[in-house]
């Protein structure tokens, strides 16, 4: 069974920017696989951030953007700021009808 | 302005059920989808599937086939997750979201969660 993997950690800086990839066990990301973005923060439901690899949910800042990188989907933060500092889990379709998050990654802005 | 509202928080035996309700309002209820995510403790996101009410549709991942029911009532606008069998592993916080699906899938909007707690 095909797993969707993502960094579990990762660190920014203040102000920096950051990169949180979203890849396959085996295989490629590619735009048909349609990745989406969410971010939680504890006691929260989750917050629709990017869907269709780059398309931004309503007001959603524009610091969060969504590519393809290499065989990966991308979520970059511009300008990462404190209240960045959640968990972000990204969703690839695997077939028509069922999607599959990722594990998870969990930022830390410091 | 769309609104999920789910049905307040269970606390269940193992080998027991629990019916999670998901009420939907202001928009098209029967033009989307509606999926359930879970979140164990300490866990990630684990989508378990969705019903499609525009064809009533279902697809549950293979984790949950066999043990997981989702259903809706068009007219009540309200769609419902059942568990089946409920282990201790089953605790989690239960989230109904609305599915878009199509050329931009996605999950758009987010009921508030129900935390499911299963336990002797």
């Known amino acids: 069974q095909t797993v969707v993997t993502q960094e579990p950690s990762f660190s920014v800086s203040p102000g920096g920017t950051v990169t949180l990839t979203c890849g396959l066990s085996s295989g490629s990301v590619s735009t048909n696989y349609y990745p989406s973005w969410y971010q939680v923060t504890p006691g929260q439901p989750p917050r629709t951030l990017i869907y269709n690899t780059n398309i931004r949910s309503s007001g959603v800042p524009n610091r969060f953007s969504g590519s393809i990188l290499g065989n990966k989907a991308a979520l970059t933060i511009a300008g990462a700021q404190a209240e960045d500092e959640c968990d972000y889990y990204c969703v690839l379709y695997m077939h028509p009808a069922i999607a599959v998050f990722g594990g998870g990654t969990k930022l830390t802005v410091l | 302005q769309v609104h999920l509202v789910q049905s307040g928080a269970e606390v269940k035996k193992p080998g027991a059920s629990v019916k999670v309700s998901c009420k939907a309002s202001?928009?098209?209820?029967?033009?989307?989808?509606i999926t359930w995510v879970r979140q164990a403790p300490g866990q990630g996101l684990q989508w378990m599937g969705w019903i499609n009410l525009y064809n009533g549709n279902k697809d549950y991942t293979q984790k949950f086939r066999g043990r997981v029911t989702m259903t809706a009532d068009t007219s009540a606008t309200t769609a419902y997750m059942e568990l089946e069998s409920l282990r201790s592993d089953d605790t989690a916080v239960y989230y109904c979201?609305?599915?878009?699906?199509?050329?931009?899938?996605?999950?758009?909007?987010w009921g508030q969660g129900t935390l499911v707690t299963v336990s002797s």
């Open positions: 202001g928009y098209n209820f029967n033009n989307f989808g």
């Open positions: 979201a609305r599915d878009v699906r199509g050329d931009d899938p996605r999950f758009d909007n």
